[in-house]
């Protein structure tokens, strides 16, 4: 059984900063690309970032210079870091394994003040 759990989400001010953490089940993390998506109501899913097996990234316009993807092999976790949040940033944020397509279960990011 392929899980992935997310934490770390919650309600932030504009300009604040969140961490998101994704632990995975260690029979896929050594072989997946891992990625973070983002939905916000009445939108569709959309890719935030991704972080290859060899630590290559690459990030969505709207998050490059703010948020910063990486992962720890040896926890089997992959992080977003998240800085100068955006009321547009609001959404529920899933982790997500390529290879597998595998899915998170969510976490929600709200950002107001």
């Known amino acids: 059984q392929v899980q992935l759990v997310e934490s770390g989400g919650g309600l932030v001010q504009p300009g604040g900063s969140l961490r998101l953490s994704c632990a995975a089940s260690?029979?896929?993390?050594?072989?997946?690309?891992m990625g973070w998506y983002r939905q916000a109501p009445g939108k569709q899913r959309e890719l935030v970032a991704y972080?290859?097996?060899?630590?290559?990234?690459d990030y969505a316009d709207f998050v490059k210079g703010r948020f910063t993807i990486s992962r720890d092999n040896a926890k089997n976790t992959v992080y977003l870091q998240m800085n100068s949040l955006k009321p547009e940033d609001t959404a529920v944020y899933f982790c997500?394994?390529?290879?597998?397509?595998?899915w998170g279960q969510g976490t929600q990011v709200t950002v107001s003040s």
């Open positions: 260690g029979s896929i993390f050594s072989v997946n690309t």
């Open positions: 972080v290859t097996i060899s630590g290559s990234t």
């Open positions: 997500y394994a390529f290879r597998t397509a595998s």
